[in-house]
Nanobody, 126 residues
């Protein structure tokens, strides 16, 4: 069992940066594949980025080159560094975890993930 708690959201101007954190409780964090998803008002939840236990990472095209995912197994935490933020990045951002094996684009599937955080709001506005 894994519990996930996101933090770091807030209000930022276009072009600004934020770093989201997702703290995981429970054992064997290093064995979990981790991901970030987001849901904008009136839209379905969508994939943002994922990082495997072997530190391979993938990104949605909409955030590639602007967002960076990382993890610290000593702190049981996964991060999402967001730069050059745009108003269309406004959403609730969710952290997710799965023990199931995945490679590449397969890791972007929401139904792969068994554990979810409560979400943190990111608002990009002037």
């Amino acid at each position: 069992q894994v519990q996930l708690v996101e933090s770091g959201g807030g209000l930022v101007q276009p072009g600004g940066s934020l770093r989201l954190s997702c703290a995981a409780s429970g054992r064997s964090f290093a064995f979990y594949n981790m991901a970030w998803f987001r849901q904008a008002p009136g839209k379905e939840r969508e994939f943002v980025s994922a990082i495997s236990r072997s530190l391979g990472s993938i990104y949605a095209d909409s955030v590639k080159g602007r967002f960076t995912i990382s993890r610290d197994s000593d702190k049981n935490t996964v991060y999402l560094q967001m730069s050059s933020l745009k108003p269309e990045d406004t959403a609730v951002y969710y952290c997710a975890a799965t023990i199931r094996y995945c490679v590449g684009a397969v890791c972007s599937a929401q139904n792969l993930y068994d554990y979810w955080g409560q979400g943190t709001q990111v608002t990009v506005s002037s």
